[in-house]
């Protein structure tokens, strides 16, 4: 198993943005799946975005339109932007990574990192 490192969060003002990246330092994952999920305090750990090898994406209902993923494969690197962020983005999100599975079932995931706190308040 892979430790994933997650870095950018921070705390926001409601509207703003702000850009996750997770990458796993000297190694070179092979991954077909990779996505971000995130966890609030008393709620369970739910998906928020997933891109396949081939480009193909999903988001949850909840982000589409202000959450925006991608990868770079020269460097192994997912990024999560987020934009017209809301108070209910408030979690600590994680990203994680599989040689395969359905893009928002964590158990199908393989390689997770510790996460990165995202709060969103005025």
């Known amino acids: 198993q892979v430790q994933l490192v997650e870095s950018g969060g921070g705390s926001v003002q409601p509207g703003g943005s702000l850009r996750l990246s997770c990458a796993a330092p000297?190694?070179?994952?092979?991954?077909?799946?990779l996505g971000w999920f995130r966890q609030a305090p008393g709620k369970e750990r739910e998906g928020v975005a997933a891109?396949?090898?081939?480009?193909?994406?999903y988001y949850a209902d909840s982000v589409k339109g202000r959450f925006t993923i991608s990868q770079d494969n020269t460097t192994y690197t997912v990024y999560l932007q987020m934009n017209s962020l809301k108070p209910e983005d408030t979690a600590m999100y994680y990203c994680?990574?599989?040689?395969?599975?359905?893009?928002?079932?964590?158990?199908?995931?393989?390689?997770w990192g510790q996460g990165t706190q995202v709060t969103v308040s005025s």
């Open positions: 994680a990574a599989s040689e395969f599975g359905r893009p928002f079932v964590a158990a199908d995931y393989r390689h």
């Open positions: 891109i396949y090898a081939d480009q193909l994406t």
């Open positions: 000297g190694y070179a994952i092979r991954r077909n799946l």
